[in-house]
């Protein structure tokens, strides 16, 4: 079974500050995926990455498939980045497949203005 | 399209009570999910299905009845409630593929409170 550890579990920051959110995982994986939680409870997928780097406006993601760990970092942020964020994992499957995320306990990030 | 709905958001029962979680997606996706989120924990999956007619077990089966009568349709049942079951139930879906690269398109959960 697949462990995913994130870190920190709370980050308060300022406004403008570079944010970094880390996950290592303890098995391969076939994707890993970085999750947003709102303070209303709704999740939305910010990445789905298996190797390198991905950037989405002020949110990059990467991944380290060696090392098993990936980091997602937020530049510039903003109060409105304020949420939950989740680092998930998708094991390797025989023939590919659908079984369900493997998810990291989540990093409540807050940032004041 | 309005995605993944959840029916209802919030409920409220009494040990040994049945009920079921309605989730519906309208994206046409083969694949669909229940997870529960509990305090200090991350989500767990339930169950899951690849297509309509197909449900396997997840990481934490006990206690739960799905079924997946219709291809947009996947439903979680309690058959006899336990306080231990409240939690907020989330529903995905995601695409078919080989490479496991799909993401999922989450649901706004169900709040369900187990007396």
């Known amino acids: 079974k697949n462990e995913v550890e994130q870190s920190p579990q709370n980050l308060t920051a300022q406004e403008g500050e570079f944010i970094t959110i880390n996950c290592s995982y303890s098995v391969g994986i076939s994707a890993l995926h970085w999750l947003q939680q709102h303070p209303g409870g709704g999740i939305v997928s910010l990445f789905m990455l298996s190797s390198g780097k991905k950037k989405h406006g002020r949110l990059i993601a990467t991944i380290n498939i060696q090392e098993k760990h990936s980091s997602l970092h937020i530049t510039a942020s903003h109060p409105r980045d304020s949420a939950v964020y989740i680092c998930?994992?998708?094991?390797?499957?025989?023939?590919?497949?659908?079984?369900?995320?493997?998810f990291g306990k989540g990093t409540h990030l807050i940032i004041q203005p | 399209n309005a995605g993944v709905t959840q029916t209802p958001k919030f409920r409220v029962l009494k040990t040994g009570q049945s009920m079921t979680l309605l989730c519906a997606q309208d994206m046409n996706h083969e694949y669909m999910y229940w997870y529960r989120q509990d305090p200090g924990m991350g989500l767990r999956l339930i169950h899951y299905s690849v297509g309509e007619g197909t449900t396997a077990k997840g990481e934490v089966p006990d206690g739960y009845n799905v079924s997946r009568l219709k291809k947009q349709n996947f439903l979680l049942g309690l058959e006899s409630a336990a306080p231990s079951q409240t939690s907020v139930y989330f529903c995905a879906s995601s695409n078919a593929g080989t490479s496991g690269h799909n993401e999922q398109f989450f649901g706004p959960g169900t709040r369900l409170t187990v007396l």
């Open positions: 998930a994992t998708r094991n390797r499957t025989p023939g590919g497949g659908a079984d369900g995320l493997t």
